[in-house]
């Protein structure tokens, strides 16, 4: 089953409406998927924006992947609301470099980074964090390494986040920089809308 998230909003809809006026067969009612009904309140509860950025695709397949986002360390992740978790100072190593003192990262990001750190050294890229944003310690912003960390950072963890002034990339771990390019255009914020509003219909 394919579906456009308006037209899969509208048939879910439909169907709650026709199982609350008893109009469909209990038999019928059975086969819908709870999951499905799960995926029209979400669509229902994100912003337009939100919905219309997701493409085509099958409901199954994105219920299969936010799955996968939430039952992972990912969730962890995706909300600023732990703020101070585990967080280290950052100070110049061999994988990464560091512009200035005070910069705290959550210890899994500072970990991934010193992973990413590694394969852009060996690529002749210098990753140097210019400074941390008050984001639970898992958003770093970047003075150089740009093209590099565009085309490389989410298979360490790492999304693209929009800054005006530098390259902003923020820890969300793999399973959700994935979900993220697939479902939401690279858009973290919208993506975090969505796994919100999945959490909350639960």
Do not use: Q
Request: net charge positive.
């Amino acid at each position: 089953m394919r579906f456009r998230p308006a037209a899969f909003l509208a048939l879910f809809a439909l169907c709650a409406a026709l199982l609350s006026c008893g109009k469909t067969p209990v038999r019928s009612a059975r086969r819908i998927n709870p999951e499905f009904m799960k995926l029209s309140r979400v669509f229902s509860a994100v912003s337009a924006e939100c919905r219309d950025s997701v493409p085509d695709g099958s409901p199954s397949e994105m219920i299969n992947d936010i799955h996968r986002v939430v039952s992972s360390g990912s969730r962890n992740f995706l909300s600023s609301s732990e703020k101070n978790a585990d967080l280290i100072p950052l100070s110049a190593r061999d994988e990464y470099g560091v512009s200035s003192d005070g910069i705290l990262l959550r210890k899994a990001a500072e970990k991934s980074l010193r992973e990413m750190g590694k394969k852009a050294k060996n690529d002749g890229v210098s990753l140097v964090v210019a400074g941390a944003c008050d984001d639970g310690g898992c958003a770093a912003d970047f003075c150089d390494g740009f093209v590099w960390l565009s085309e490389n950072a989410p298979s360490f963890g790492w999304a693209k986040l929009p800054f005006e002034n530098g390259a902003r990339f923020r820890f969300i771990g793999k399973e959700a920089c994935a979900f993220c390019d697939k479902w939401f255009g690279g858009s973290v914020p919208l993506m975090i809308e969505f796994v919100s509003a999945w959490k909350a219909a639960s």
